[in-house]
């Protein structure tokens, strides 16, 4: 049987990227490299559909990008100057090809095609109301809900049908829309997920990282605000705020794991930020060592800024192998847990009679950890200091990562004596969450109203949680996020 992640069974997966281009007449090639560079964010399926002024083309698929988009005759078939693009880590619904987005659907107004980064914590109950209504649903996905809101809005321009849409969902989302009046690029008002806008020829580029406009050439221009919509329109860009203004909240996370360290979140470098919470880690927890140690890939950073910090010297003792695909057979048992060795192997000559510090971005379920603390020790390691770039995680996410349940993360059970009796580790401390904010150049939280969405670290959810308050709505979530693997 063929599953995404025979390996990485509930782990924290990253959540979706969007890539939109409007006004190029390579569009739906641009899409295709755009999302090339968002490959960490989803890597379950991955979709375009482009507009050639008449009729609106889709190719969606499960896997990868790569595989999926990189013949012409795909890419042929996907003509116009517009074309918006997903990959996708489902977060509600199933992993099957009827919810790969984007999504597509005839309304009144013509063609709809919509990517989403994100997650609507009130779907449910709207799915609800709008079957009770008469909506017929395609998907179990949830940003399928949007297009029936649009679709029976009673307001009469597309536009104001879309504000009305996004007025009734709440929680996370990034959007891409495309329909023949035009793109329109979107964040929710409080800008949890990232978007930004980039220029190429004349082409408006939409991405959910600045990654993504590099890997095309493109221009970074600016992020789409939170709570804004850019329209763009036969070349004409337009900006339109529906909401009433709030203190942003973006997801503090995506600097400690999920963007890209060559991005620029929110004018600031992820890997420069990734360093910075490395040295506060090595200011809050200093231990004697020898060695200072990353668990690749995203511990890297963390780990250079912790060792130029210290003044212990950087080594790389752990080797991670990159032919580990996320897409692979399902082996029997036996050779599963084997597989897990795949990954990561100790570069053994280096680590035998050492004191070392190994540093990795965060802890989920304590696989990782571990799993690397065991392999150190059997390298011959001396002494093994676990250092964690980011404080406890202890809370699910319900904002499009697509987080393992409560009681399956490892902060969420046990106290700090017992996570570093459980990776056998000499020691174990995470970074605090002022020092957290500290990195990302604030004094510290405010507790009032802090600037960071940081709610799987401290519990405090920016928005309502409808689905969640809602006994019936979480068995249907429950059904809905069912997965095939
Ligand atoms: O506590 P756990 O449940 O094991 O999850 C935490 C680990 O998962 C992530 O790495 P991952 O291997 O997914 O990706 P990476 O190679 O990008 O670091 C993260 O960087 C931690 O290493
Ligand atoms: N991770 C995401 O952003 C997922 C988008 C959407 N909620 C889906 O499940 O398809
Ligand atoms: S709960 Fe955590 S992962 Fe989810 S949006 Fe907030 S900070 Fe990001
Ligand atoms: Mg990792």
């Known amino acids: 049987m063929l599953t995404t992640h025979p390996f990485e069974d509930d782990k924290l997966r990253e959540e979706c990227g969007v890539f939109g281009v409007s006004g190029s007449d390579s569009a739906a090639a641009l899409v295709a490299l755009g999302l090339h560079a968002l490959q960490h964010r989803g890597q379950e399926a991955a979709g375009i559909s482009s507009f050639d002024g008449h009729h609106f083309h889709t190719h969606r698929a499960m896997g990868h990008v790569a595989g999926n988009f990189d013949r012409d005759d795909v890419i042929r078939a996907l003509p116009g100057d517009c074309a918006v693009g997903h990959v996708r880590y489902s977060t509600t ?32 109950k709207l799915r609800r109301e709008l079957i009770r ?33 996004l007025k009734q969902i709440e929680g996370a989302y990034s959007l891409v829309v495309m329909t023949p009046e035009g793109m329109i690029a979107c964040r929710d008002p409080l800008g949890i997920r990232p978007l930004v806008m ?21 221009t970074f221009e600016r992020q789409v605000e939170p709570g804004e919509l850019v329209i763009v329109q036969n070349g004409e860009i337009r900006s339109v705020r529906p909401f009433a203004p709030m203190a942003p909240r973006p997801c503090i996370f995506e ?59 950087f080594e790389l003792g752990i080797i991670r192998s990159h032919y580990v695909g996320r897409t692979f057979i399902q082996p029997g048992d036996k050779v599963r847990h084997l597989g897990v060795k795949l990954k990561h192997n100790a570069n ?7 004191r070392i510090i190994l540093v990795d971005d965060s802890i989920v379920r304590g696989t990782t950890s571990l799993k690397i603390v065991q ?59 002022d020092g957290l904010y500290k990195a990302l150049g604030e004094a510290k939280r405010a507790d009032i109203r802090p600037k960071y969405c940081d709610a799987c670290f401290t519990g405090d959810y920016p928005t309502t949680l409808t689905d969640q308050d809602d006994s019936v709505a979480v068995d249907q979530f429950a059904m809905l996020a069912e997965r095939v693997n």
């Open 348 to 354: 053994r000559a280096l680590i035998k009679g050492k």
């Open 198 to 218: 980039g220029k190429l020829d004349g082409a408006v580029i939409f991405a959910s990282e600045t990654v993504a406009l590099d890997v095309c050439g493109a």
């Open 93 to 124: 619904g199933e992993t099957a090809l009827r919810n790969v987005q984007p999504l597509y659907a005839e309304l009144a107004s013509g063609g709809f095609a919509v990517a989403h980064n994100g997650n609507i914590s009130n779907a449910m």
């Open 375 to 433: 392999m150190m020790r059997d390298a011959g390691a001396a002494e093994v200091h676990m250092r964690i770039a980011s404080p406890p995680t202890r809370h699910s996410c319900f904002y499009g990562v697509d987080t393992p349940e409560r009681a399956k993360l490892l902060a969420a059970k046990l106290d700090l004596g017992g996570m570093t009796d459980f990776i056998h580790a000499d020691s174990l401390s995470f970074v605090s969450i």
């Open 255 to 313: 600097w400690v794991y999920f963007s890209r360290p060559d991005s620029i979140a929110g004018d600031q470098s992820v890997y420069t930020v990734r360093k910075e919470i490395g040295a506060q880690l090595a200011i809050e927890t200093p231990v004697e060592a020898d060695l200072v140690i990353p668990v690749p890939d995203s511990g890297v950073p963390a780990a250079i800024g912790y060792a130029q910090q210290s003044g212990i010297p």
């Open 133 to 165: 209504r008469g909506s017929i649903f395609q998907s179990t996905s949830d940003t399928e809900t949007i297009i029936h809101l649009v679709a029976t809005s009673n307001y009469r321009t597309l536009l104001d049908r879309f504000i009305d849409a």
